[in-house]
């Protein structure tokens, strides 16, 4: 800190007269050792006049933040390019035009406090298309928030709209559902956190699509952050109206679902999924229903199957009538099973190390006249546009490729080349009666 003039009267004796002025300049570099590993930049220039008497001074002054910013590992955004004025007016203070650019958008700030005896402030804050980052979340928003009251008790109000939101290329459908439940963080937080009451309601903008390498889903964001700002509670539901989801070595088509978030205690979100997939002739459901760390499945199929067949179909592809009538061949039981195990774990870890969003390995896909594995990779390139690869392991020649694109929610088209060079197109439309 620079300061450039500082020049001072007071009196020892009685009241007290004052008559202090200072005036200099902050470089809040200088502040980094205090910020816990942050990054701090740009400086403030400051005036102030304290006249009066020492029990009832009468303060003025201002401070005009320049260029400031600010980021932090820790921190879900960083801030840059902060400018504006706080004005000191006797026991009030107040921000002017503080305005600054937040993860690609832009963050204004306005309100004022009172200190002394009883401190308040009443703070105002208005984002727009922020980038938010935090524990794989990736999100542009636009918020308005209120935070007023006192350190003793506050409350945090307003409404946050998502514009679009993703997670981490490698999240699953378990990883993701994990984000929403509650944690129990060790520490004490600080005690304005645990005396912040919130009450702001979040809700998606039009045609929200959340995506990963794993998964592909549209539908709706209607909550409620309630709680404290050290433990927030999630109340209100998310709906899923289509997409897609990859788990079991298959891609699920999803047809409809919720996460409902109930409990006004701890965010502890209800999950009621509707997925289906298509293997060999049958058309299987599987209904997700329960907490995210204790689903509960129930599997239905078309034709129908008991749950073990569409277990065993999902697994082997095959049920276990055709296992038992000889489709596989004795010799071939066990290692069929010991291979698809060590496939699915070669293909998970293929996964993860390539960013696929699913690879699959068949062991019994050849037959006698063309033995081999059938390889298979699935690549989610964007929110609505999917690849598909497949090959036999030992037969450069049978390929197919599908591009699968998705203008709309109810609208796909398919193109398809096949294994003899040929080309195939498919446009489907879903309406609901």
Known sequence: MHICKLRHCISLQGAGEMNLTAKGVLDLKGLEPWTGGGKAAGHVNFEARARGTKDKPDLQGRAQI???????????????????????????????NVTAKAGGGTLAVAGSAVYGHNPTFDVAIDAKSVRIRQNGIHAVVDSKLAWNGSVEG?????????GK????????????????????????????????????????????????????VAGAVNLTAAGTLARPVLLGRVALTGGEVFFMGKRFEIQSGTLAFANSYRTDPTLNLYVSTV?????????????????????????????????NLLAFGQTTADAASGATPASL?????????????????????AGISQLSINPLAGNSSN???????????????????????????????????????????????????????????????
């Open 154 to 162: 506050s409350t945090m109000s307003g409404n946050v709209t998502i």
């Open 66 to 96: 320049v260029n400031a910013a600010y980021t932090a590992d820790d921190l879900p955004m960083g801030v840059e390019s902060l400018n504006g004025e706080i004005l000191l007016e006797g026991s009030k203070i107040r921000l002017s």
């Open 279 to 311: 293997v060999q002739q049958y058309n299987i459901t599987i209904n997700m229903n329960g907490q995210t760390d204790k689903l509960k499945m129930v599997y239905r199929s078309d034709p129908a199957l008991p749950s073990a067949d569409i277990i």
């Open 371 to 433: 033995p081999g594995a059938q390889v298979a990779i699935q690549q989610r390139v964007t929110g609505n546009l999917l690849l598909t690869f497949s090959a036999n392991a030992t037969s450069a020649q049978n390929q197919t490729v599908q591009v699968q694109y998705q203008p709309k929610k109810n609208v796909t088209v398919s193109v398809l080349r096949d294994e003899y060079g040929g080309y195939g197109i498919d446009v489907r439309y879903h309406k609901e009666f």
């Open 165 to 216: 939101l993703s997670f981490s290329q490698g999240s699953d459908l378990a990883e993701i559902a994990s984000q929403f439940s509650d944690t129990t963080v060790s520490a004490v937080p600080p005690a304005f956190e645990r005396n912040t009451k919130l009450n702001v309601a979040v809700q998606s903008g039009d045609n929200l699509n959340l995506a990963s390498g794993q998964l592909s």
């Open 333 to 353: 039981g066990a290692e069929s099973a010991v291979a698809s195990a060590v496939g699915g774990q070669v293909a998970s870890q293929v996964q993860k190390l």
